[in-house]
């Protein structure tokens, strides 16, 4: 089906309309006070969210109206992906971050065919990085660079070189919250107690940028469980046109989906799926989310 869409051309829509949300986004002056909440009072939402998520699906379903579309803030128990084009959106990936004025802010937008991540555009509009991918054509940063930035090294020293992206994201009790806990003390301590002791572990608050750090090569990992489709749809295409690799957060899948709920991105380099099995034997117990 991707034979027949007109790629380039939905691409080039898609980075105008990145554009257009991110001066809506540095135009806003949002605060810890005016954000809402939605599962909980880490779990944030502002007008901002809407109003650009509004932007974005109106102008998609005005030039492709035969094309579905996911947002996050639209988003209903029980929509699944199928396998029409389907445009998924985040029209702000660190909520927090926005609302406390730190700038690790993407507006994340992806096309999704065949339930297989085909285009994404990640736009900081603060630092204005843009990263874009179109599936079996490259990686860049703000159109011109490719990425990975640099020619990526091998895990000589596998998982302990690395420098690991996780996030405790909203959920902060259950099963879950345990697994993040107590994996992140095993990547963190050392060899001798039966740690992975990675060089560091940093939590930044934006998935789609994290992802889109893994596929530039600065971060060498990054693993998270129950963030959406939406945080992670347009940098996954980014990743592996960077080289990288996406696999579960639980032990022993190789084979993620973009809804799945549980990621592990790994940058390009000889030897990642050494670092992917060496992540999963440090994963203290199974993450239940997307199961
Ligand atoms: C956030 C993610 C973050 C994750 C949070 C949340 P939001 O997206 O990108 O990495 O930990 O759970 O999903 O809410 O800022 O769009």
């Given at each position: 089906?991707?034979d ?5 051309e ?144 091998a ?31 095993n ?16 939590s ?23 963030c ?34 549980r990621y ?28």
């Amino acid at each position: 089906m991707t034979d027949q869409l007109p790629l380039q051309e939905i691409h080039d829509f898609m980075i105008e309309i990145a554009h257009k949300a991110g001066e809506m986004i540095t135009a806003a002056h949002p605060s810890t006070g005016a954000a809402g909440n939605k599962k909980n009072s880490v779990d944030l939402v502002t007008e901002t969210d809407r109003a650009v998520e509004k932007l974005v699906s109106t102008s998609l379903r005005e030039k492709y109206p035969d094309f579905d579309f996911m947002g996050e803030e639209t988003y209903k128990p029980g929509d699944t992906i199928t396998d029409a084009p389907t445009f998924i959106c985040d029209p702000i990936d660190g909520t927090t971050n926005f609302v406390h004025r730190y700038p690790y802010v993407c507006i994340s937008l992806g096309l999704a065919v065949n339930r297989v991540p085909t285009i994404g555009v990640v736009f900081n509009p603060f630092t204005k990085q843009l990263y874009t991918a179109i599936k079996g054509q490259g990686a860049f940063l703000d159109q011109k660079t490719r990425l990975p930035l640099s020619t990526p090294t091998a895990f000589e020293d596998g998982l302990s070189s690395c420098l690991v992206a996780v996030e405790w994201g909203a959920d902060r009790s259950g099963n879950d919250f345990a697994v993040k806990s107590k994996t992140f003390e095993n990547l963190a301590k050392t060899k001798e107690q039966g740690g992975g002791m990675v060089h560091g572990l940093r939590s930044f608050g934006s998935a789609a940028l994290n992802i889109c750090g893994v596929a530039s090569g600065g971060l060498d990992v990054y693993w998270e469980a129950g963030c959406w489709a939406w945080d992670v749809c347009a940098a996954w295409v980014i990743l592996y046109e960077a080289g990288g690799i996406m696999a579960d957060a639980n032990p022993g899948n190789w084979k993620p989906t973009v809804d799945g709920r549980r990621y592990m991105a790994v940058r390009a380099g000889e030897g990642q799926e050494k670092v992917v099995e060496q992540f999963w034997s440090l994963v203290e117990g199974k993450f239940e989310v997307g199961l």
